[in-house]
Nanobody, 117 residues
């Protein structure tokens, strides 16, 4: 079992930046693909970015060049640096851990990001 706790959300003006963190309850160093998802009001949850234990990264097109995902395996923490935020980025952001070897999949509780002037 892995517990995930997100932090770093909040209210930011358009063009601003936020850094989300996701702390895992145990080591994620070599066993999990970590990802960030988001869900806007009235919309389905969508994948934002993923990072493998080897550092292979995927971004959804809408955030390429603006968001950066990274992981610190020693701290069992994953980050999402979000720059040039716009109102369309407003959503609850969720951290996800998918085992690379089993069907185990875990979610955090989510953190609200609101981009508004």
């Amino acid at each position: 079992q892995v517990q995930l706790v997100e932090s770093g959300g909040g209210l930011v003006q358009p063009g601003g930046s936020l850094r989300l963190s996701c702390a895992a309850s145990r080591s994620i160093s070599s066993s999990y693909v970590m990802g960030w998802y988001r869900q806007a009001p009235g919309k389905t949850r969508e994948l934002v970015a993923t990072i493998t234990s080897g550092g292979r990264i995927y971004y959804v097109d809408s955030v390429k060049g603006r968001f950066t995902i990274s992981r610190d395996n020693a701290k069992s923490t994953v980050y999402l640096q979000m720059n040039s935020l716009n109102p369309e980025d407003t959503a609850v952001y969720y951290c996800n851990a998918q085992s690379a070897y089993t069907a185990s999949n875990y979610w955090g509780q989510g953190t609200q990001v609101t981009v508004s002037s």
